[in-house]
């Protein structure tokens, strides 16, 4: 028996159609031996020793019905088609062709065959509203509710009319498979009823969409049918079909609803849009011209063959170098594979030979957008000149938001929403900026219209918590902290990073929810229409180190300039042994002008501004500049380029300070920890190797500025007497379960305030509205204004106790507090992030302050407010430990984390993979 068997019908006015689909078969080597089975509809002898001496075997056509009028030839192909085993007994599958096809691409064959295979049936929807103007206008789907309804019956017709109609001119079915019996059983029912062309067709679809038999729905170009194929939409808007793109390639060409004369010469075909395309129909070898030879280079990209894609779309262009096709595959096939600079060249070659091609410019656009997004921006309105599209300005506001030029922004989202009012992805991007523009309300709104459009892109709901949270709207703060819970433990979608340290996770799932995100979010690249897969594992780079010789460390971060990073580590650039150590700022963020930036740029032995830089260029300098360890200091914080990281620029990559978590990926070989944010029994909860600093993971700067004048209570808006609880923590820290406990204390503590930083009107009214409701009297919180980080400081002196927030406790607030002698009290807990105060508390001298939980933390906090000698006295340890403590030992820290790296690199060097280890005391 064969494996399978191809089956057609025609006479004699078909039979010019008849050759060109056995040409088309066999001119494949597939199909050189492949059985044709036709069924004889009144072919002539000449006509019948043609397909005989091509192989085909012909066979009288059979069906069960006995009609009661003489009936047209093809009706008789049609019915005879659910009885098609009898008629081809020695093929395990049958797949049906109409004479009026061309097969174009032998995968649409292996695509059939393997639907087949896997569900018994294998069936391509109509894509269109082809027919409609044969009747009169009217559209389509009137008619197959006529249709059903004639067949079968009204309730059929209601539950089955808005479905596209499979059509069956293309389909595969195993010999075996339950299908054909239930199709015969239907087909004779319908019969019986009335007559009509569309009957066996009809009979089919009710088998498939009723019968409870699997089947498998192909894509379109397994049939595509080219009479004014369009998009199919259900009654509702939804779109039900979406038919290929005029330029891809096709399968099996279906020339349905043409007229006959035209079917046998089909210079031009109708196109989605409306126009036409010319498409040679030769029976040659399907490489002998360009269209055809770009038809399969589109298949081999994506069938994942981009080298051989690549290669045959330069053969085209050296051939013909005017097609413009051509040459923008060549720029798609060169991003994926990273060939970044050809893929701009031959993107712009691509508008060159067709200046209208706004794909082009869209993705030349994309590929600009990290080093110039000026020149993005541009590009990309050059693309919306030629086509106005919702995602190119939802584009065109994202590149605006990120060069702060807010309005434009906010009104390129504004375009981009009337265009396509549901569209998910715009209401984001519209969000992000109204984010960025500091319209926290508006954003919260934004964000909660696209989760409402796209429940399932579970991102807008972390993007609508946080943007919550900064203003301290709470209202759906623990429903909405249930339910991202669920979705990471339950893998049902995306739960950025960031924002699972602020909701109560374990390391469990702090990593569970990182490794998702990266999955989903940073490993693939996209551009334009064309989706490419993640990049391969870049293989690490080797950079031997001469005998004595130095290490150049590289440190990668956009906040080299007045930032919290900033100011904790500027120190330990300066600190560096140069004798053994190389320093390089890998810098791609902004320069501010501020005095720190020009400190920072001059504590580099080389200071480089990647701003403008693509991966290749990054790649290039490391090459340059000889890196062998790279440490990233944002992980998943605002700005982050990750993709820099996936390309292994040096041979050694490692985490620090940034994030205070797993990236989820094997995107660096290192994070740097300690005995209490990261021990040992966290390693499951990494990809990354765990080191563990002697003291304190987080560095500080003893230039920290503690001269200036110390303002007065009343300056500040303080009471002149009573308790001063402070607690300047960014407003997304501050978790409605902490304030409650905020709360308590202050009725607790007669006369006591609570200090916290300003920010904005918003998070003011609505923590004032929270405190009311909690019986405190709202003109007890008191707000900072921002100042200048001198100014800053210095009114942590007028602050008795400093209070931590929870799950996300402080970082470079708690180490500004204990440097300024303010005692800070916190709770630890079980992650990162909760536990970076207890680390700094520890290693700052002062383990006194730090609980283990929140009703431990309330009851030391009322205990220490009526103990304020025994605050006195932990202010004078922490003043003295400024000098002392491990904490602010910045040259005791740098040493260590020298030998940190030494460690890292001496296995590297002897072959050895990443493993955890401690930085043992010296």
């Not at 506001?397 to 309005?407: F, M």
Request: charged fraction near 20%; hydrophobic fraction near 45%.
């Amino acid at each position: 028996m064969h494996p399978f068997a191809i089956a057609t019908a025609g006479d004699g006015a078909y039979f010019p159609l008849l050759q060109g689909l056995v040409r088309s078969i066999r001119a494949f080597p597939q199909g050189a031996g492949v059985p044709i089975v036709v069924l004889d509809l009144g072919l002539g002898t000449e006509e019948r020793r043609w397909l005989t001496d091509e192989g085909a075997r012909l066979v009288a056509p059979g069906w069960d019905h006995p009609f009661d009028r003489p009936m047209p030839e093809y009706f008789k192909a049609m019915v005879s088609r659910p009885h098609l085993p009898r008629h081809v007994p020695d093929a395990a599958v049958i797949l049906w062709l109409d004479a009026d096809c061309w097969v174009q691409d032998w995968s649409a064959i292996e695509l059939l065959l393997a639907g087949a295979a896997a569900t018994g049936f294998a069936i391509v929807p109509e894509l269109d509203r082809a027919y409609t103007p044969f009747y009169d206008g009217a559209p389509y789907a009137h008619h197959l509710h006529d249709w059903y309804k004639a067949c079968f019956d009204e309730a059929t017709a209601r539950r089955l009319f808005a479905y596209p109609l499979l059509n069956c001119g293309v389909f595969a079915a195993r010999r075996d498979a339950p299908h054909w019996a239930l199709w015969a059983r239907l087909l004779a029912e319908s019969l019986r009823r009335t007559v009509l062309f569309v009957s066996e067709q009809v009979a089919l679809n009710l088998a498939l969409r009723t019968g409870g038999l699997p089947f498998s729905q192909l894509p379109a170009r397994c049939n595509w049918i080219c009479f004014r194929a369009t998009p199919f939409s259900s009654a509702d808007g939804r779109l039900l079909l979406e038919p290929e793109l005029p330029h891809a390639p096709l399968g099996i060409l279906h020339l349905a609803g043409y007229p006959l004369p035209r079917k046998q010469d089909p210079h031009t075909l109708s196109t989605p849009d409306g126009g036409t395309v010319t498409r040679p129909l030769s029976h040659g070898s399907p490489n002998s011209g360009p269209e055809e030879a770009l038809g399969r280079a589109f298949a081999l990209y994506q069938h994942g063959k981009p080298e051989e894609s690549g290669a045959l779309c330069r053969a085209i262009l050296t051939a013909s170098p005017d097609q413009p096709a051509a040459a923008f595959l060549l720029g798609v096939v060169d991003f994926s594979l990273r060939r970044l600079e050809e893929s701009r060249r031959h993107f712009a070659l691509a508008i060159v030979l067709q200046p209208d091609l706004a794909d082009a410019f869209s993705n030349l656009a994309l590929l600009e957008r990290d080093a110039h997004p000026r020149l993005a921006a541009t590009l990309t309105r050059r693309a919306l000149r030629l086509q106005s599209d919702a995602l190119l300005f939802t584009r065109l506001g994202a590149l605006l938001r990120d060069e702060r030029r807010g309005g434009e922004a906010l009104d390129a989202h504004r375009r981009a929403l009337a265009l396509q009012p549901e569209s998910a992805e715009a209401w984001r991007e519209s969000a992000h900026s109204l984010r960025a523009a500091n319209r926290l309300a508006q954003a919260v709104q934004g964000y909660d219209h696209a989760h409402r459009l796209a429940p399932e892109r579970t991102e807008s709901l972390c993007d609508r918590l946080f943007a919550s949270l900064s203003i301290c709207d709470w209202r759906t703060h623990e429903e909405t902290c249930r339910r991202l819970l669920e979705v990471i433990d339950h893998d049902q979608g995306i739960v950025l990073p960031l924002l699972s340290l602020l909701i109560g996770t374990n390391p469990a799932q702090q990593d569970r929810a990182a490794r998702h995100f990266h999955r989903a979010i940073i490993g693939p690249a996209i551009i334009g229409p064309a989706i490419i897969g993640p990049a391969s594992p870049a293989p690490v780079v080797r950079r031997p180190v001469p005998p004595g010789g130095r290490l150049n460390i590289a440190y990668l971060s956009a906040d080299f300039h007045e930032h919290a990073t900033a100011h904790l580590t500027a120190e330990l650039f300066e600190l560096h042994d140069r004798t053994r150590f190389a320093v390089f700022g890998y810098s791609y963020g902004e320069d501010d002008g501020s005095p720190m930036r020009r400190r920072l740029e001059a504590g580099f032995d080389r200071f480089r501004d990647l701003r403008h830089a693509n991966p290749d260029d990054v790649a290039a300098l490391c090459a340059e500049d000889g890196i062998h360890i790279l440490v990233d200091l944002k992980g998943y914080t605002q700005n982050a380029r990750l993709t820099l990281l996936a390309r292994r620029l040096a041979p050694i990559q490692v985490a620090y300070l940034g994030y205070p978590g797993s990236l989820g990926a094997d995107l660096v070989d290192y994070v740097i920890g300690d005995r209490i944010v990261t021990p040992p029994e966290h390693q499951p909860f990494y990809r990354e190797r765990l080191v563990r600093m002697p003291d304190s993971y987080q560095v500080n700067d003893r230039r920290r500025p503690t001269g200036a004048p110390v303002p007065t209570r009343a300056a500040c808006g303080l009471p002149a007497e009573g308790v001063v609880f402070c607690a300047f923590h960014a407003a997304f820290k501050i978790a409605p379960a902490i304030f409650a406990l905020w709360m308590r204390i202050l009725k607790r503590v007669p006369g006591s305030t609570l200090w916290l930083l300003e920010a904005g009107t918003d998070a003011t009214v609505n923590l004032r509205l929270e405190a009311a409701r909690q019986d405190v009297e709202p003109a007890r919180l008191v707000f900072a204004p921002h100042r200048p980080q001198a100014e800053h400081l210095a009114r942590y002196r007028l602050a008795d106790l400093a209070l931590d927030s929870f799950p996300y406790t402080g970082h470079t607030t708690t180490s500004d507090a204990l440097w300024m002698g303010a005692p800070v009290l916190t709770t630890r807990g079980e992650t990162f992030a909760s536990s970076v105060a207890a680390s700094l508390l520890h290693a700052g001298g002062l383990p006194e302050t730090i609980t283990h939980s929140f009703a431990e933390y309330e009851e030391r906090a009322v205990r220490l407010a009526g103990e304020l000698a025994t605050l006195a006295a932990y202010r004078r340890r922490l003043e003295v430990g400024r000098t002392t403590a491990p904490l602010f030992d910045s040259p005791r820290f740098t040493r260590y984390l020298e030998r940190a790296y030494r460690i890292m690199w001496d296995r590297h060097a002897a072959g050895l993979p990443p493993e955890a280890f401690t930085v043992e005391p010296t």
